[in-house]
T-cell receptor
Framework: EPEVTQTPSHQVTQMGQEVILRCVPI?????FYWYRQILGQKVEFLVS????????KSEIFDDQFSVERPDGSNFTLKIRSTKLEDSAMYFC???????????FGPGTRLTVL | QQQVKQSPQSLIVQKGGISIINCAYE??????FPWYQQFPGKGPALLIA?????SEKKEGRFTISFNKSAKQFSLHIMDSQPGDSATYFC????????????FGTGTRLTVIP
């Protein structure tokens, strides 16, 4: 069964460093999302991406964040200068059509020291 | 307006019992209401979903009840099993826009043998 994959599974970084989280969505999917989940809290929407551009973003997704689909398979989330409060699980999700189910990846745990 | 409120925060049920988790929303533009199941260290996985044109949807031991006028929906897990022990999130999304999901705060279900 096709699945969304994410790398790395755990990333530890120093405050102020740049990190790139990588996702490989399901191959025929066209809509891509990043969500985050701070430990013990709910899953929060960050950004959606369709047709090579951001379609919607939340208040959390400020100028420190960016997304890219550098090739036909990868979808990346970059945090330019990490803060302690960026420590969270980051989930990538994708879906094939507008009203279909979103499939989530296993997540990347980001720890900012 | 975008909030989805979920209760209870945690739930302990005996094996074979019924687990009930409730959610409420404010935004009448929401038109898709999924429930996600999350095991520790994993991403959320879709369990069952409903649209507001029906009041109930059943898949195996899992049932969603939907009350459009009250803007509430609930998940019922019949014959709960220890393997159902997980965190359950309700969510909602709108037909317009990027269809990003707004999640509830989660319910940690423990089914004791």
């Amino acid at each position: 069964e096709p699945e969304v994959t994410q790398t790395p599974s755990h990333q530890v970084t120093q405050m102020g460093q740049e990190v790139i989280l990588r996702c490989v969505p399901i191959s025929n999917h066209l809509y891509f999302y990043w969500y985050r989940q701070i430990l013990g809290q709910k899953v929060e929407f960050l950004v959606s991406f369709y047709n090579n551009e951001i379609s919607e973003k939340s208040e959390i997704f400020d100028d420190q964040f960016s997304v890219e689909r550098p090739d036909g398979s990868n979808f990346t989330l970059k945090i330019r200068s990490t803060k302690l409060e960026d420590s969270a699980m980051y989930f990538c999700a994708s879906k094939s059509r507008p009203y279909n189910e979103q499939f989530f990846g296993p997540g990347t745990r980001l720890t900012v020291l | 307006q975008q909030q989805v409120k979920q209760s209870p925060q945690s739930l302990i049920v005996q094996k074979g019992g019924i687990s009930i988790i409730n959610c409420a929303y404010e935004n009448t533009a929401f038109d898709y209401f999924p429930w996600y199941q999350q095991f520790p260290g994993k991403g959320p996985a879709l369990l069952i979903a409903i649209r507001p044109d029906v009041s109930e949807k059943k898949e195996g031991r899992f049932t969603i009840s939907f009350n459009k006028s009250a803007k509430q929906f609930s998940l019922h897990i019949m014959d709960s099993q220890p393997g159902d022990s997980a965190t359950y999130f309700c969510a909602a999304s709108m037909k317009t826009g990027a269809n990003n999901l707004f999640f509830g705060t989660g319910t940690r279900l423990t089914v004791i043998p």
